[in-house]
């Protein structure tokens, strides 16, 4: 989510502490957002248009007694985010082809039974670049080092110090205008997840929150810019960038990540069976 919005809301609110019920629930939800992504691997290649992605996670939501919390979410247009090369997010599904050589960002957020699904991978179309697979490598050990941050008796801050020193020390940049977010019956709540150090926030995690970690790493500067659509956000120059999401709970003992793929894909390039 935009920093602006997570600094007018859910920043100011205490982050609300969950049950068993609502684990149960995030399993769930965050179970069929991942078979989603994974439905995807086989069917992002060269010449497929995002929009026949986007068909295909709304089929699939449907026909699994879901629905995408984006569609018609502040006046977005689509069920899914795709974001191509040196788009950061919030991209929209089009019917241009993807091309050899692409790396593209997916995210999908299904509601189950009133509970939020969140989570994005990168995905490679054909053969990528070497430095567009180094990103996504790095992207990826940004997040999961992320997730192994959260522990109750951490701070937040720990979840940014982790992804962001990680990333610089390969010579990449952290994007400071988005943001992980709480979750759960809604799609945004506190606590805010910063994917740097911000000493001015930083909450105390417990046992009980439900949240994203989402960090968006570019190959070159940090700053971005959003297009005249109103969503399409880039990267300021134009270098590549990418992103991996999670959502998550923090248990007693450390963190329950919900949205692991079930075919054990975790980053491009996928293996696939045949
Ligand atoms: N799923 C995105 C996130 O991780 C939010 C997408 S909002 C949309 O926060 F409207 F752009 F789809
Ligand atoms: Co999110
Ligand atoms: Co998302």
Known sequence: MSYDTATQTERRAEPPLHGPEAFEGMRRAGRLTAEALDLLVEHVKPGV??????????????DNGAYSATLLYRGYPKSICTSINHVVCHGIPNDKPLREGDILNIDVTLILDGWYGDSSRMYFVGEVPRRAARLCDITHECLMRGIEAVKPGRTTNAIGAAIQSLAEQE????????????????????PTILHYVE??????????????IEPMINLGRPQV????DGWTAVTRDRSL???????????????????????????PPYATAG
């Open 225 to 228: 810019k959003v297009l005249s």
């Open 171 to 190: 010579r990449c940049s952290v994007v400071r205008d988005f943001c992980g977010h709480g979750l759960g019956r809604v799609f945004h709540d506190a």
């Open 241 to 267: 960038s990418a992103q991996f999401e999670h959502s998550v709970g923090v248990t007693e003992s450390g963190v329950e990540i919900f949205t692991l793929s079930p075919k054990g894909y975790h980053k």
């Open 199 to 212: 000493p001015s926030y930083d909450v105390p995690l417990k046992p009980g929150m439900l949240f994203t």
């Open 49 to 62: 248009s995002t929009q026949a992605l986007d068909a295909l996670v709304s089929d699939f939501a449907r």
